[in-house]
Nanobody
Framework: QVQLVESGGGLVQPGGSLRLSCAASGIIFSLNTMRWYRQAPGKERELVAAISSGGSTDYGDSAKGRFTISRDNAKRMVYLQMSSLKPEDTAVYYC?????????????WGQGTRVTVSS
């Protein structure tokens, strides 16, 4: 049974920081690319950050310079450190896992953690 469980969401003030965590089970974690997506009401789901099995990172334009993705293979965890948060960062954040080296590999998703940036 594949399970991704996000945590760390909540209410934060503009300019503040928040750290999201994703715990993975049921996959060979070290072989998977891990990603964070987010979706706000009325908006398309967008890629926030990604980290490959080798540790290479990629960020969406909205996250560059503010967010940092990292992983701990021993703990089977992926993190998203967010700083300088803006109201436009308000969304449900989803953890995603995929073995991108395998053609037709399936995406796995967590149920999301809600982040609200508001005064």
């Amino acid at each position: 049974q594949v399970q991704l469980v996000e945590s760390g969401g909540g209410l934060v003030q503009p300019g503040g920081s928040l750290r999201l965590s994703c715990a993975a089970s049921g996959i060979i974690f070290s072989l998977n690319t891990m990603r964070w997506y987010r979706q706000a009401p009325g908006k398309e789901r967008e890629l926030v950050a990604a980290i490959s099995s080798g540790g290479s990172t990629d960020y969406g334009d909205s996250a560059k310079g503010r967010f940092t993705i990292s992983r701990d293979n021993a703990k089977r965890m992926v993190y998203l450190q967010m700083s300088s948060l803006k109201p436009e960062d308000t969304a449900v954040y989803y953890c995603n896992a995929i073995n991108s080296a395998v053609l037709g590999a399936r995406n796995y998703w967590g149920q999301g953690t809600r982040v609200t940036v508001s005064s």
